[in-house]
């Protein structure tokens, strides 16, 4: 499986994906805003979209699909609810379905609520396992809930299915938050010393060379998988005098998000 991370370069810091199956070339482009970079990739690599996929409704991740069709005439999938907020959706999908991209590629759809309500991940559960997952998880973050989205549901998508992923997963967003997102992290959890470490390097500072991060990386500087922690519990009791004496994982998880929002 080959993955082209296409960095956007624009003011919501966009990340557009194409997968590509090496034995026949062909591609798809997932929530691919930035439609001339995809294509020129692609013709420059021999490559053919012959798929789209959008994780979500939301404008920044649907807005290059018309131009990709009109060059391609390739299929529009997305999740079956969202049919009256993206135009052109040729497959609605559900959880535990499946999508092939040419011979030697078979990616699980995962049903993802919480950013919004018909969001996808698609999980590539292979030895190389990979997590598409738009604005559901970001690198040491996860996605607002503020465009029709709601917090308890992204609780149940992380406990339920996030949480239960492989460790060497790799984590492949839908936008660059690398480096407020780990200043958020060091507010909420001040002695994380994998965070300081990677906020006073280099490495997360330059989107066009990203870090890919896995599920491993998440649970040690994410702090929405760090509900235990007892140094961001503690924190939190400062903000909120009314969380609970033992908070349950969800309690905390809603704090966060506040702090967050």
Same mark, same amino acid.
């Given at each position: ?8 370069? /624009?003011?919501?810091?966009?990340? /557009?994906?194409?997968? %590509? ?47 990709? %069709?009109?060059?391609? /005439? ?34 699980? %759809? ?28 970001? /690198? ?63 490495? %997360? ?57």
């Amino acid at each position: 499986m080959i993955v082209e991370q296409i960095w956007t370069g /624009n003011q919501f810091r966009n990340f /557009n994906y194409l997968i %590509v199956c090496p034995e026949t070339g062909e591609a798809m482009a997932i929530d691919p805003l930035d439609h001339e970079k995809c294509l020129t990739i692609c013709k420059k690599k021999g490559w053919e979209i012959t798929k789209i996929l959008n994780t979500h409704e939301h404008w920044d991740h649907i807005g290059g699909n018309q131009s990709i %069709v009109e060059s391609t /005439n390739a299929k529009l999938l997305a999740h079956k609810n969202a049919k009256d907020t993206i135009d052109g959706i040729d497959i609605g999908l559900s959880a535990g379905d499946n999508v092939k991209i040419g011979r030697s590629i078979t990616l699980d %759809v995962l049903d993802t609520p919480g950013h919004t309500m018909s969001h996808v991940c698609l999980f590539a559960n292979n030895e190389n396992p990979s997590l598409f997952c738009g604005d559901t998880l970001f /690198n040491a973050g996860v996605g607002h809930c503020k465009g029709g989205g709601d917090p308890d549901e992204l609780y149940n998508t992380f406990i339920n299915q996030l949480f239960k992923l492989p460790n060497d997963t790799k984590i492949y967003p839908g936008h660059d938050y690398w480096e407020n997102n780990l200043k958020f992290t060091l507010d909420r959890e001040p002695e994380n010393i994998k965070a300081k470490e990677m906020i006073e390097g280099t490495i %997360v500072k330059n989107p066009e060379d990203a870090l890919i991060s896995t599920i491993e990386i998440e649970k040690e500087v994410n702090s929405f998988f760090r509900l235990k922690n007892k140094e961001i519990i503690d924190k939190l009791r400062d903000d909120f005098p009314d969380l609970s004496k033992n908070p349950s994982t969800k309690e905390v998880f809603f704090k966060i998000k506040r702090t967050q929002e």
